[in-house]
């Protein structure tokens, strides 16, 4: 691999040059697939499917001089998105037996196919995307290929798995309350998740739709446009560049909530992106400390509307489900209207709050899970609870965020609704700094 390229590049680089055997790329990548002691990556893994797609696609442009943005990656799709002819699972055994294959790709696997990419297969996720660890009582937890002890959060599970493992080099993911920014930060892996409205949800399976996004996982932060940019169609850049990034950096109670490694992690980030500032194309850096005592309420508003939603998408089939979660869904559906139209309002207040805090930052950066590993084998709803006091703040107002990866536990860097193109080119010039200086 060349040194100055990210995996990703590199790859891409490589496919557009004569001679490169796609075929033969796909079939090293199928035999990583399930390499997880958990055997349980993907829920639908057709390797026949793959090689032939990839033939389809090396013929398909071979008389191209300049072959798609996307050229032969292997991408791994997580099985809430339809690919013509397979059976979209949500992650439910009931699902799988009940809903017929797909008669069309959904939009993000059809456009991932016209740019070229090769779908690896579609990949495990915890029961209806209901869950930020990685459980599933049908398809078994998920494990991290690189540590069987430890689960690799989720819901977007076998997304990350994928990327850890190295079936696949990225992976598409959803995110309502924290299924990408969790899975990304436990496994010591990058992930972009995108402003609520920017992806298009045609042929996807809805957890709840006022808080569902889709991004994607990877490994470098140099690579955090590249998907998006390919992908979504994302809104035009409004705020403009400065010499001078100004990041606000959570304060306050939240950060009691953290376990030792996790604030290593924030720390570590912190002195890195002020030593960051300034070099190269990085923009200075200036951190001041925002103490939102507002964002302690975000569970309490988030959880009721995404139940109420959920409820919706999948009434008439709780008792199918995990009991956990077939609770939520009736709880969801148990709520009147006029305590929904409550939360609703506490939301749009929410929303308000949070846009007032960049008209003093560019960004924000906060830990994305408190909790620096999920241990297999133990009750994680004391965890659970912990996560989700961090990550609902963004999912609430819809924001866009990439984590900025560790090995002890990742960050989200949040931005702007709608501010995704400038979050994503600050990310990756982060990246830029992080692979020049080895750190």
């Known amino acids: 691999m060349h040194l100055n390229l990210s995996p990703v590049q590199d790859f891409l680089a490589r496919a557009q040059q004569p001679g490169f055997d796609l075929v033969a790329q796909m079939r090293a990548a199928l035999s990583r697939a399930n390499g997880n002691r958990s055997r349980n990556t993907y829920i639908v893994l057709d390797p026949a499917w793959t090689l032939a797609e990839a033939v389809r696609q090396q013929q398909r442009f071979a008389a191209q001089e300049s072959k798609p943005a996307l050229y032969g990656l292997p991408v791994s799709l ?3 998105f339809d690919l013509e002819g397979f059976v979209t699972s949500s992650g439910s055994k009931f699902y799988a037996e009940h809903n017929r294959p797909a008669s069309a790709d959904s939009a993000i696997a059809a456009r991932l196919r016209r740019r070229g990419a090769i779908i690896t297969g579609k990949t495990h996720l915890h029961q209806l995307a209901y869950g930020i660890t990685g459980e ?37 993911g959803t995110d309502t309350g924290g299924s990408v920014r969790v899975p990304a930060a436990l496994c010591g892996l990058s992930g972009y998740r995108s402003s609520l409205g920017v992806a298009d949800w045609r042929g996807g399976a809805h957890l709840a739709p006022v808080f569902d996004t889709i991004g994607w996982l990877f490994r470098d932060l140099r690579d955090a446009p590249l998907l998006a940019e390919a992908l979504f169609d994302l809104p035009p850049q409004t705020r403009q560049e400065r010499e001078e990034i100004v990041i606000g950096v959570l304060d306050g109670p939240l950060l009691e909530d953290c376990d030792s490694a996790a604030l290593r992690s924030f720390r570590a980030w912190q002195e890195r ?32 509307l995404q139940a109420a939603e959920a409820a919706q ?48 930052f560019d960004f924000l950066l906060a830990p994305a899970t408190p909790v620096s590993r999920l241990d297999a084998g133990r009750d994680q709803s004391e965890a659970r609870a912990r ?45 830029e700094r992080l692979a020049a200086e080895g750190s």
Not at 143 to 166: C, R
Not at 285 to 300: K, T
Not at 326 to 338: F, I, V, Y
Not at 341 to 348: D, S, T, Y
Request: a negative charge.
């Open 78 to 80: 997580k099985d809430c």
């Open 313 to 360: 998408q999948h009434a008439g089939f709780y008792a199918h489900f995990e009991p956990i979660i077939a609770e939520r869904l009736a709880w969801g559906a148990s709520l009147r209207e006029d305590e929904i139209r409550g939360f609703a309002l506490r939301h749009q207040a929410f929303c308000t709050a949070m846009a007032a805090l960049f008209d003093r």
């Open 273 to 304: 992106l002020v030593e960051f500032g300034g070099k190269d194309s990085m923009p200075k850096v200036r951190l001041e400390p925002f103490v939102p005592a507002f964002w302690l309420d975000a569970r309490e508003i988030y959880a009721p």
């Open 136 to 172: 599933n009582r049908d398809y078994g937890n998920c494990l991290q290929p690189a540590d069987p002890a430890l689960l690799t959060g989720g819901s977007s599970s076998g997304a990350v798995a994928s990327i850890q493992e190295g079936s696949a080099l990225a992976a598409i």
């Open 387 to 431: 996560i989700l006091r961090h990550t609902t703040p963004a999912s609430l107002a819809g924001l866009p965020s990439v984590v900025l990866p560790s090995s002890d536990s990742g960050l989200q860097l949040l931005a702007a609704h709608n501010d995704d193109r400038r979050l994503l080119r600050f990310a990756a010039r982060a990246g």
